[in-house]
């Protein structure tokens, strides 16, 4: 199957984008919280599809987390506290980019968590998500997954273009070669965290444009019914002649004239 053309890929993401808006005042209006974790390898796409859920709702309402490594004093923590203060509140949407998956992922492949700090973890991540679930959270945990072939057209992109040099990090670059133990890692994760209060949905994201389309339109559909009546606003018009702006103005840089 070809590759989605921009073109199309907009053509369609635009109603759905809509309904996202759409899910964003219901939310307001019901203090619905919804908590949406994005996972999955180096360069499968967890920020593009990011971007498009959250490009058209109030970002008051709604926020994208992605916590750098721990601080010294984090490591000391219960491993999940460092994430609490980042859950949703009424009405808001919380878009983790990564989670507190990393110890069964990144940590545990890199060796920065032992085996029995992902076994404590692969226990307690469950318990936790139930919770969090009872108390009425929305939680959809989705997996992006991208054949290893992809996965080095887009380090080498990002190793080329200047603007996404910043995607890059010895981390990375060393993930590349443990491809086969971040899936092993994955399956462990899986087997232990895909529960029916708190399921995985895993999406084929070797196309970013459908990935992201597939993913969006499952997030829409398991949503419950969003339809908020909402009064139309007034917008009569203004008394007295419009006024123009005042300002200083900047002498504009050569290769700007006209």
């Given amino acids: 199957m070809s590759k989605l053309k921009r073109k199309e890929y907009e053509e369609l993401l635009e109603p759905m984008q809509r309904e996202l808006a759409q899910m964003a005042r219901w939310a307001a209006h019901s203090g619905q919280r919804i908590l949406v974790i994005i996972e999955g390898r180096d360069t499968a796409g967890k920020g593009g599809v990011i971007d498009a859920i959250s490009a058209h709702i109030n970002p008051r309402q709604s926020r994208i987390v992605a916590l750098p490594k721990p601080s010294d004093r984090e490591r000391t923590q219960w491993y999940f506290q460092r994430y609490m203060s980042h859950l949703p509140a009424a009405g808001e949407l919380v ?36 919770m969090l679930v009872d108390d009425g959270i929305l939680l959809f945990k989705y997996w992006l997954c991208c054949d290893q072939e992809e996965q080095e057209k ?105």
């Fill in 95 to 130: 878009l983790f980019d990564r989670s507190w998956y990393n110890r069964a992922g990144v940590e545990k492949v890199m060796g920065f968590a032992d085996d029995k700090q992902v076994k404590v973890f692969l226990k307690q991540a469950p318990i936790f998500e139930q």
């Fill in 154 to 258: 887009r380090f080498a992109e990002r190793r080329e273009d200047p603007l996404k040099g910043w995607k890059l990090s010895p981390i990375d670059l060393e993930a590349r070669t443990k491809y086969a133990e971040y899936t092993k890692a994955r399956e462990s994760m899986l087997k232990a965290t895909h529960t029916k209060h708190a399921p995985w949905t895993l999406v084929d994201f070797n196309d970013q444009k459908r990935g992201r389309l597939t993913l969006i339109r499952d997030l829409l559909d398991r949503l419950p019914d969003i339809e908020t009546k909402t009064e139309p606003l007034e917008f009569p018009a203004l008394e007295g002649k419009l006024q123009k702006e005042k300002y200083s103005v900047v002498k504009p840089l050569e290769a700007f004239k006209d």
